[in-house]
């Protein structure tokens, strides 16, 4: 299924999409990790961004 960019907000904002770089670089930019930290915490975690942002010690 593709990421209808043109839908913004809701669900949207509390997931994180390894597929679109652009994901990618803004939520690690976020997070204050890298690209592969980012990529690591998910793949623990799953793609919930408050799940991710607890695995990565974020307050």
Same mark, same amino acid.
């Given at each position: 299924?593709?990421? /209808? +960019?043109? +839908? %913004?907000? #809701?669900? /949207?904002? /509390?997931?994180?999409?390894?597929?679109?770089?652009?994901? $990618?670089r803004?939520?690690?930019? +976020?997070?204050? $990790? %890298?690209? /592969?930290?980012? @990529? @690591?915490? $998910?793949e @623990?975690v799953g793609? @919930?961004?408050?799940? $991710?942002? +607890?695995e990565? #010690?974020?307050?």
């Amino acid at each position: 299924m593709s990421d /209808d +960019k043109s +839908k %913004t907000g #809701g669900q /949207d904002r /509390d997931r994180i999409s390894l597929s679109e770089d652009y994901e $990618v670089r803004d939520w690690a930019a +976020k997070f204050g $990790v %890298t690209e /592969d930290a980012l @990529r @690591r915490a $998910v793949e @623990r975690v799953g793609d @919930r961004a408050e799940d $991710v942002r +607890k695995e990565l #010690g974020g307050q």
